[in-house]
């Protein structure tokens, strides 16, 4: 009987739902609501959320290759490497913008790709394969660009990043940023549930049982890096616009990305969680950092209060699926 | 053995187990005497293993009393169980592959000088026991990653005897040995004994049995049949001890003789790392079970026909056309389905919904956008018509009972139409309603024209619902049996045994 009950809390409770992350989401906004009353005025609004804009797109990249079992530790000095690639490409001319947009966005996915096939083809952990081209991304960025970024990103490639329509209706201002994001996610939610989205959770829930039901759990994890691959191109984008360049572009966004799909309720491992629940994971962490700030707390705390997210929120989510034998 | 049994090594007197409520050892008694090699027999699942690890240490018994030694026992856990004189050689080893044959032998008791490990003191008396079993040749400095597999089982049995084992259990110890490494453990076996240890021996195989044992117990069910002196006993007999059931459950008609259609799939010289020799033609409406105990080969020709563990060499056709199934994809677009006797580990994904889990298959292979709509609809009929019973179709499949789960696998297969199936085990660890169920669903699919290829390690549902059976062993065909064999029949092919003239 006593089993019985409980297995109608845990169902209820669902882990992956979005009802734990809405609700600290809605209790920090009120937080930030009653401390700075301005915060939630539309303008400031709508400049916050392009503000969050790459975190979020980074979290939906990463929830993929999570969601697949693995982990994508080289978001952040993708970006970083592709801000300053896209400064010395461009060298301010406006007419590269384009082609060199592109470029990034070829540049994202290959590195997914090459991330992927390391993994599922050498069996090299992800953890290892990404800490790797993390490492390999810092280093040769330094070198390509001597230790020192060069050139400079042109304004049609800032706009996106830092401009918004201006004067709009009820909301005041909306930034090019949020359009983005927007798009983004709605492709996002679309592959999630797709056949493709659908087989990839299935793969990172239980690999065996996928493949011997065809999935192609190789292909679709490569995927998977891939998808976050592109996310850090089009985040890298917006970083670029928004705060210029610098060799700090990225930095510790792959820890933001990752925590904030936690947040989301996403199980490390793999197997359940949803992509809306990652994003608004990242939007979460954005609040939270911004009431940090309101509240004076000092800037430097950032990584130990991700730290401290990442290991409450798996050992809530283990603590639910104690007798998940059969769960890897 | 006659009446002056010295006073007893080993005496289980009433052993009683449950898992989950499920009794899988009841009022078993045996004894070991010093210097005697007794063999436990029976068919997969009557107990054996069980029973060992009660022995050793690895599970305490719910009922019944361990005496050793003399004095009564309760062991706390497989160290309590080796300090006290119980050494177990299982079937998959227990050594570190980089260290050495006397690191693994002293491993957690190393002899100690001076509050360092006594490298010298560790190897010399790991020599005299290699010498004792007159196992000399072995260095002690020897990496054990690099010994074979029967010097690695003479390292584990050197392993017991470090720590003073009087009784020894050997766990299918030949499993892995090839026939001219069996002639060395019979030897080795029978030098122990003249040491005056005593010896459990598990094995399937009779031949052995018979060839080391004094005294052989069987076991049925979790219960004790007999134990007899080998020499009072044939393997005959022994056969017909450990089977023997009523067949009172209930299982649906048979296909009529002209009922099967033409031949769906047929095997010629199929072989693999596994398997060798298959020839087998299987026709449509039929359903071939397959016989055999565990480890003959019985998963491996289902898992080569889905192309998991494909078939290296042979030919394979499906309705006379020749087909390479290479791999799982390529074997369900050819329209065969594959059931797994590893639900939880490979059939499911745990902690996905009844709905996911059902469309996994279709998704995977098919996959569509615009038809997603017709399919999910097409599953949800197949979930009611297999009657999977949950809260609701978003309900995490882990939560729902062994049957339903298999319902719901099954319709993941039925939603691709299968031509073939594949069912291994299919009613293991499911209750006996849900059994039934299943039992009719396989019968209607190849009333339906489905080929069916059914494993079952229970004998009576084998010959309840197959209409041929296939006896497989050592990865060979070791027969064919039509319907109406007896438990008896497929027994005696899967051990080996020469049957008695009738």
Not at chain 2, 237 to 244: D, E, F, K, N, P
């Amino acid at each position: 009987m006593q089993l019985a009950e409980r297995n109608r809390l845990r169902v209820r409770f669902r882990p992956g739902g979005l009802a734990p992350i809405l609700v600290i989401f809605v209790v920090l906004l009120v937080l930030l609501g009653t401390r700075q009353p301005d915060f939630l005025s539309p303008p400031s609004l709508m400049s916050f959320l392009g503000r969050s804009a790459p975190l979020i797109l980074l979290a939906a990249g990463q929830y993929f290759v999570i969601v697949a079992g693995e982990f994508d530790l080289s978001v952040g000095s993708l970006v970083t490497a592709q801000v300053v690639v896209a400064a010395r490409l461009i060298d301010s001319d406006p007419s590269r913008t384009w082609p060199v947009i592109l470029l990034l966005l070829a540049f994202g996915a290959a590195v997914g790709l090459v991330n992927g096939l390391i993994t599922t083809r050498l069996r090299v952990s992800s953890f290892i394969t990404t800490l790797g081209m993390y490492l390999i991304l810092v280093g040769a960025v330094y070198l390509w660009s001597d230790g020192a970024p060069k050139g400079g990103l042109s304004e049609e490639f800032r706009r996106f990043g830092r401009r918004a329509f201006e004067d709009v209706f009820l909301v005041g201002r909306i930034p090019y940023a949020l359009l983005i994001l927007l798009a983004v996610a709605a492709l996002a939610v679309l592959l999630t549930r797709s056949d493709f989205g659908r087989t990839l959770v299935a793969a990172g829930g239980n690999p065996r049982t996928a493949e011997l039901s065809g999935v192609r759990v190789r292909h679709a994890k490569t995927l998977a890096f891939v998808l976050s691959g592109l996310a850090a191109a089009v985040a890298a984008i917006l970083i670029g616009g928004y705060s210029g360049v610098s060799f700090q572009a990225g930095a510790g966004l792959e820890f933001g990305a990752i925590t904030a799909v936690v947040l989301g309720g996403v199980a490390l491992g793999g197997g359940r969680g949803s992509v809306v629940g990652a994003m608004l994971g990242a939007l979460t962490l954005e609040t939270l950092f911004t009431l940090m700030n309101f509240y004076g707390v000092s800037g430097a705390l950032r990584s130990t209060v991700q730290g401290a997210i990442i290991l409450l929120a798996v050992a809530v989510s283990a603590m639910r699926s104690v007798p998940a034998k059969g769960i890897q | 053995m006659s009446d002056a049994l010295p006073s007893p090594l080993l005496a289980l007197k009433g052993i009683g187990k449950s898992f989950l409520g499920v009794r899988v050892l009841d009022g078993v008694d045996l004894d070991v005497v010093p210097g005697e090699v007794h063999a436990v027999v029976g068919e997969n699942g009557a107990g054996k293993s069980t029973l060992m690890k009660i022995v050793s240490g690895g599970y305490a018994p719910d009922a019944g009393t361990i005496e050793f030694a003399g004095a009564p026992r309760r062991f706390s856990g497989p160290r309590d169980a080796q300090r006290a004189g119980i050494g177990i050689v299982h079937q998959e080893f227990n050594l570190l592959p980089e260290r050495t044959v006397a690191e693994n032998v002293y491993l957690g008791h190393e002899p100690v000088r001076r509050g360092l490990v006594d490298r010298r003191a560790m190897r010399e008396r790991t020599a005299e026991l290699l010498a004792s079993i007159q196992e000399s040749s072995l260095p002690p400095g020897s990496r054990v990653g690099r010994l074979g597999v029967a010097r690695q089982q003479i390292v584990e049995i050197v392993k017991a005897l470090a720590l003073d084992a009087r009784l020894l259990i050997m766990d299918e110890p030949t499993a892995a040995l090839a026939d001219n490494e069996v002639e060395r453990l019979y030897v080795l076996v029978r030098r122990l004994q003249q040491r005056g240890i005593g010896v459990l021996y598990v094995s399937h195989r009779l031949k052995e049995v018979f060839d080391l044992a004094d005294r052989i117990t069987v076991l049925k069910d979790g219960r004790l049949v007999t134990t007899v002196p080998a020499a009072d006993t044939d393997p005959d007999r022994l056969v017909r001890h450990m089977v023997g059931r009523d067949l009172s459950s209930y299982y649906p008609d048979r296909a009529a003789p002209d009922d099967p259609g033409p031949v769906r799939l047929t095997v010629h010289n199929g072989g693999n790392r596994k398997l060798r020799d298959i020839d087998l033609r299987v026709r449509a409406g039929e359903v071939l079970g397959i016989g055999g105990l565990q480890g003959s080969g019985r998963s491996a020709l289902a898992r080569a026909l889905f192309g998991a563990a494909p078939f290296t060499t042979g030919e394979v056709t499906l309705d006379g056309a020749p087909v390479r199934l290479r791999s799982p994809r390529a074997a369900m677009r050819a329209g065969i389905a594959y059931v797994t006797e590893d639900r939880k580990g490979e059939g499911i994904v745990a902690g996905a919904s009844v709905l996911d889990n059902a469309l996994l298959a279709g998704r995977a292979v098919l996959p569509t956008w615009r038809g997603r709509a017709a399919r999910t609809a097409r599953v949800r009929e197949l979930l009611a018509a297999v009657d999977v019973r949950a809260a609701t179709e978003d309900q995490e499949i882990r939560f729902l009972s062994g049957g339903n789960q298999q319902k719901v696998v099954l319709a993941r297969w039925l939603a691709l139409g299968p031509g073939i199936l594949l069912f291994d085990e299919p009613t293991r660890g499911i209750d006996v309603g849900a059994k039934s169920a299943i039992h009719d669903l396989v019968r209607r699919l190849a009333r339906d024209g489905a080929a069916v290829l059914m494993i079952s390690s229970d004998l009576p549902e084998l010959l309840g619902m197959s209409d041929r059976i296939i006896v497989l062993r050592d990865g060979r065909i070791a027969g064919e049996l039509p319907a109406g064999a007896t438990e008896e029949d497929v027994l005696t092919l899967a051990l080996g045994t020469v049957p008695a003239a009738a």
